[in-house]
């Protein structure tokens, strides 16, 4: 039997996390870190889940909301695919919980070997935000299109994500570093969610200045400086809304001391930074993060979104 694959990228929000859920546009980047899910039929009526940090046989008729959360999106794709008898394999390159879109990804690529194996027509990218919003039920869909389209992605929450036909900007560096903190993204977004409520005119005013940031970015894409710049403005705003700690100051202030500017990248808490950069500061950049104890790399943006595709046996 055939067994159908694929593979789908991790990811960068460059700018607008977080205002995206309260229906601001954000910018975001596939990066060149893949997830990659195979799905294949069985013999028995179990789906089965495995992944290098869980491995799960469940029955396909229990209701997904008590399934367990880490298998939850994978369980529901299934089942609501009426595939009843599939064993999926998710591997992955990318850190859990750090902001990189590692859930996104594996709910895209779980969707797109799941949708070939069955005889729905449905889109992966409507598949995998619903199979996201079984854990976080306000995603705003972000990580999901762009870990789907890959390229760079704008993003308005449930509107059709719109590819930037542009050229990759060639000398662009964008150094990730990792503060080891784990996240978890749904307690992220209730926190900013509490802070919108109590602090409604506040917030809208920082949602506004969040909107036109994501603007000047989409009209100087090829500006790197003027980029690094932007990503200073833009954590500034994330400071307002909470999601910054002591921990993540002092690794922006690394990362802005040799960088053109960085911001937190993702849900905040913890996770990632990213710090924009170029040929001429890319490696002092790094090698300050690397010094200071951050794992740290060199993030190149993909243009390859989620491929499917059919592995046969041999044989
Ligand atoms: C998480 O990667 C991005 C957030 O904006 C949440 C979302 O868009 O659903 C924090």
Same mark, same amino acid.
């Given at each position: ?6 593979s ?9 996390? !977080? ?33 290098n ?13 008590i ?10 794709i ?104 784990? !996240? ?9 969610? !509490? ?8 917030f ?13 970015v989409?009209d ?37 001391? !040799?960088?053109?500017?960085?911001k ?52």
């Amino acid at each position: 039997m055939a067994r159908q694959v694929c593979s789908a990228p991790g990811k960068i929000i460059l700018f607008g996390e !977080h205002f995206v859920v309260h229906g601001s546009k954000a910018i975001l980047c596939a990066i060149d870190k893949r997830v990659r899910v195979t799905a294949q039929r069985q013999g028995r009526n179990t789906i089965s889940i495995k992944s290098n940090m869980l491995s799960t046989k469940l029955h396909p008729n229990i209701p997904y909301r008590i399934v367990d959360k880490r298998t939850r999106p994978f369980y529901y794709i299934a089942q609501s695919l009426g595939i009843t008898n599939v064993a999926i394999n998710i591997h992955s390159d990318l850190p859990s919980g750090a902001g990189l879109g590692s859930s996104s990804a594996c709910c895209v690529a779980t969707a797109g070997a799941a949708l070939s194996l069955s005889d729905i027509k449905r889109s992966i990218l409507d598949v995998s935000i619903n199979a996201e919003r079984t854990i976080q039920p306000n995603s705003s869909g972000a990580d999901c299109a762009v870990c789907t389209h890959g390229g760079i992605v704008e993003y308005v929450k449930d509107t059709p994500p719109k590819q930037l036909r542009i050229p990759i900007p060639k000398d662009l560096k964008l150094i990730v570093a990792d503060s080891g903190i784990n !996240h978890n993204t749904g307690e992220m977004v209730e926190r900013v969610r !509490h802070i919108a409520q109590k602090h409604p005119k506040e917030f809208s005013a920082l949602s506004k200045k969040a909107d036109s940031l994501v603007q000047m970015v989409t009209d100087s894409i090829n500006d790197i400086p003027k980029l690094g710049h932007l990503a200073r403005s833009n954590q500034l705003l994330l400071e307002r809304i909470g999601i910054s700690n002591n921990a993540l100051r002092q690794m922006i202030q690394i990362a802005d001391r !040799h960088s053109y500017g960085s911001k937190i990248t993702g849900a905040g808490g913890g996770g990632c930074i990213v710090a924009i950069s170029d040929e001429t500061n890319a490696h002092s950049t790094l090698n300050a993060l690397t010094d200071a104890g951050y794992n740290s790399f060199v993030a190149q943006i993909t243009k390859t979104g989620a491929t499917t595709g059919a592995l046969h046996k041999v044989g």
